[in-house]
């Protein structure tokens, strides 16, 4: 979703046989000291906040080195 509050929303569901099997909530959104992170909700697991590293014109990382899988999500 485009850009409102603050936050960025955007959610993605994995089906088969016309059944949900997975599904993610995500949020691009501001921290505390006004840094920006990427927050990952998967379906059964807790939610993982990936701050951002780096930003250009054509691209940006997140990154959290102490979460197993992913660390880096670009």
């Known amino acids: 979703m485009a850009p409102a509050g603050g936050t960025m929303l955007g959610m993605s569901r994995k089906m088969k046989g016309g059944k949900t099997l997975e599904y993610e909530f995500l949020q691009i959104r501001g921290g505390p000291g006004g840094e920006l992170f990427y927050v990952a909700m998967p379906s059964r697991q807790q939610e993982t906040a990936f ?23 670009s």
């Open 51 to 73: 701050q951002l590293k780096e930003l250009t014109a054509n691209s940006v990382v997140f990154e959290n080195l102490e979460h197993a899988f992913p660390q880096r999500i």
